[in-house]
């Protein structure tokens, strides 16, 4: 992992859309730290731990999803326990064809030494 913290939290954007797309659920749960926290909408939804987060991506991203993609990712502003990214990703099916794109703000935070997403605001279902 990267010292610097917006190369850090960079790399753990890159490591959790690898780890969904491998559909690694254990992956997946190593780039987020729990509780972890996500406000779609009005309402705030937290994983105490890591047992229904990947099943509930699955849910959330529905039927069609095959793979997802990052369009851009940009740091609003770093510190060295913490990353604000400005994001946005694109949810494709096998064939290639784009399902859709949401924007979102990623908090990353560095805790126990370990930089992974603690919390974010999604514009997805």
Same mark, same amino acid.
């Given at each position: ?20 797309? /491998?559909?690694?659920?254990?992956? @997946?749960?190593?780039?987020?730290? &729990?509780?972890? $926290? =996500?406000?779609? %909408?009005? #309402? ?32 609003? /502003?770093?510190?060295?326990?913490? @990353?604000?990214?400005?994001?946005? &990703?694109?949810? $494709? =099916?096998?064939? %290639?064809? #784009? ?27």
């Amino acid at each position: 992992m990267a010292s610097d913290p917006e190369l850090a939290a960079i790399d753990v954007l890159d490591c959790h859309i690898a780890a969904l797309n /491998a559909q690694d659920a254990a992956a @997946v749960a190593a780039t987020l730290h &729990f509780p972890h $926290y =996500r406000l779609a %909408g009005a #309402a705030m939804r937290v994983w105490e731990n890591s047992e229904r987060y990947f099943d509930d991506f699955r849910a959330r991203a529905g039927g069609d999803w095959h793979h997802s993609a990052w369009d851009f990712r940009n740091v609003i /502003a770093a510190s060295p326990e913490k @990353v604000h990214l400005d994001v946005q &990703f694109t949810r $494709y =099916r096998a064939d %290639g064809s #784009a399902i859709a794109s949401y924007r979102s703000i990623w908090v990353v935070t560095r805790i126990d030494d370990r930089w992974a997403a603690q919390l974010r605001s999604s514009f997805a279902p």
